[in-house]
């Protein structure tokens, strides 16, 4: 039911974009992820912003269209060595809305603090080229902030 919804909530904001006019292939290679939390709130982040604020500890899950080369399976490794920009993340209320908090992305996949987990959902009913990831924050992400 809440994955029927989610999907549903996308292919409307995708509506909506089209009829708007505001083609997401038209900006190169920029992503704008919805990201909904345990609550279903939604907030919108996007790459390159330096405003901080702080998020509250919890699990949530990024769901997103990545650009990439064709016949490319997927992964946060490809997509961050393709376009290292996007190891900045930021979070916003709206969709153009002021960031609220902003997140970096180590260099090295290894390190404790990243902001993508590997894990997703199974591929079924997922486009090529359609990604989504678990985003967690930690008490201690929000203390060493």
């Not at 399976?73 to 969709?95: D, I, M, Q, W």
Request: hydrophobic letters at 30%; charged letters at 25%; proline letters at 8%.
């Amino acid at each position: 039911m809440k994955r029927t919804f989610l999907h549903a909530l996308c292919t409307a904001v995708l509506l909506l974009c089209t009829s708007t006019g505001c083609q997401p292939e038209e900006e190169d290679y920029f992503l704008r992820w919805m990201l909904l939390n345990a609550t279903d709130s939604v907030l919108y982040f996007t790459f390159n912003d330096n405003t901080p604020f702080t998020v509250e500890p919890g699990e949530y899950r990024l769901l997103g269209t990545t650009v990439l080369p064709p016949d490319t399976k997927p992964n946060p490794g490809l997509l961050f060595e393709l376009h290292p920009e996007y190891r900045t993340l930021s979070v916003s209320a709206a969709p153009d809305g002021p960031t609220l908090r902003k997140w970096n992305k180590d260099y090295d996949f290894t390190s404790d603090r990243q902001f993508f987990d590997s894990s997703q959902w199974p591929d079924e009913n997922r486009a090529s080229h359609d990604c989504d990831y678990v985003f967690r924050v930690t008490p201690e992400d929000i203390a060493n902030e």
